[in-house]
């Protein structure tokens, strides 16, 4: 019987029977396993080759919340990223990648694929047509976000997966804001789905870690690849994974509320000149972000009357966010992207993509909806 997500969180990819009649997975921390009938290297069990109990619990966890095929877990969501992307894509390849990509992601286009012998092209708008003018014979995959960050972009995502079918081209998304909870990319007719689970999937702000999830045949591939490049997860890290995931449906949901209320507060204050999210019908997304998500995440971004000195007053008087980078955990925290994640990036190429220098994100934790409300208000206040 096909349970819903919810369910799965507690129980897809439990051991059967259960080890020892353990409720939750044990830590299994032994480097090697007994040799056990397997043919050639990727057999072998090796905490590298991210085969242990651990590795295997999670990616079948992972794999059934989104509804996909199979997936794999990782040392970070940056390994998640260039593991696919070095397995996707050979010297001599092309990619079409969504321009205002995560920091990291875009600075390993930008700065290394060239050494790869890779090349690139930044897709224009969200017109299938341009991006028809853009893809050549040698392109082999297409990459997006499901919500950009800082400014919570939405492009066309159901446009993209089927450009990708139509010429051939695998298609990548980063679905780490959104995470499973409020889109599956897989339903959506995505081939690889990217997280950091340092981010929504942990969600305790405590351990680094990535998956890719998605088409069977790929994940093989992009596994080969991970024993040969070498970034697998630890299995403690595994251990805090899988039970960071278990509350993630109830953590997601009651973010989704929180930032909606306190989008809707924003917006509505007289001291805020514009908020980004896509749950507000102000978003030039709203309508496509209403088909695609069950929920519109726990990010948003704000920029206050006033400028710089405005935003850096109102980061200091709040109380109860941390001034922190990172998103997705329990705790409620605030950056100036202009100073921190894209603070690399020239001014003008920050303007472009909406990164002004007042820009305040925020990621919503699971604080008391109202007490922040309240924090908010009286750091706008001043
Ligand atoms: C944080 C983040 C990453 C990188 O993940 P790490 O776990 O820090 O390596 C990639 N994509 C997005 C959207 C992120 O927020």
């Known amino acids: 019987m096909a349970h ?12 059967q029977p259960r080890i020892e009649g353990a409720v939750t997975v044990p830590i299994f921390q032994s480097a090697m396993f007994e040799t056990a009938g397997g043919t050639g290297y990727h057999d072998l069990r090796y905490i590298r080759l991210n085969n242990t109990p651990n590795h295997r619990a999670l990616h079948e966890k992972l794999a059934a919340l ?6 794999v877990v990782m040392a970070s969501g940056m390994a998640a990223i260039t593991t696919t992307l070095l397995t996707v894509l050979s010297a001599g390849d092309h990619l079409l990648a969504q321009d205002c990509l995560y920091g990291g ?3 390993f286009l930008t700065q290394d694929l060239r050494g790869f012998g890779i090349t690139f092209d930044f897709l224009e708008g969200d017109d299938p047509n341009d991006w028809q003018r853009q893809v050549r014979p040698e ?4 990459y997006v976000e499901s919500m950009t960050n800082p400014t919570l972009q939405v492009t066309d995502l159901a446009a993209v997966a089927s450009f990708a079918k139509s010429h051939g081209l695998v298609s990548i998304i980063d679905n780490t804001f959104a995470s499973p909870v409020n889109y599956r990319p897989s339903e959506w007719g995505y ?3 990217l997280h950091s689970c340092t981010k929504y999937l942990n969600g305790h702000s405590d351990i680094v870690a990535g998956a890719v999830i998605g088409r069977a045949d790929l994940i093989q591939n992009v596994t080969h690849k991970l024993n040969h490049l070498g970034g697998s997860l630890d299995p403690h890290a595994c251990f805090l994974l899988y039970r960071g995931m278990k509350t993630l449906a109830v953590r997601v949901k009651y973010q989704n509320e929180s930032a909606m209320t306190l989008g809707k507060f924003f917006d509505a204050h007289p001291a805020v000149s514009k908020v980004n999210y896509p749950g507000l019908p102000t978003h030039p997304a709203y309508q496509r972000s209403c088909e695609l998500f069950d929920g519109f995440g726990g990010m948003l971004s704000i920029e206050l009357e006033g400028g710089v000195e405005a935003a850096t007053r109102f980061m200091q008087k709040a109380t109860l966010p941390l001034i922190a980078p990172s998103l997705g955990g329990v705790e ?13 990036m020239l ?19 699971i ?3 109202e007490d922040l409300v309240a924090d908010f208000d009286q750091a706008l206040a001043s």
């Open 332 to 344: 409620t925290l605030m950056t100036r992207p202009a100073a921190t994640s894209h603070a690399g």
């Open 4 to 15: 819903q997500l919810e369910t799965k969180l507690i129980h897809a990819g439990e051991p």
């Open 139 to 142: 392109t082999k995959a297409i």
């Open 66 to 71: 989104e509804n996909a095929e199979d997936a």
């Open 347 to 365: 001014p003008e190429d920050r303007q472009k993509v909406g990164v002004t220098d007042s820009l305040i994100r925020v990621s919503v934790g």
């Open 105 to 107: 992601t875009h600075d």
């Open 367 to 369: 604080e008391a909806t």
């Open 191 to 193: 081939d690889l789905s």
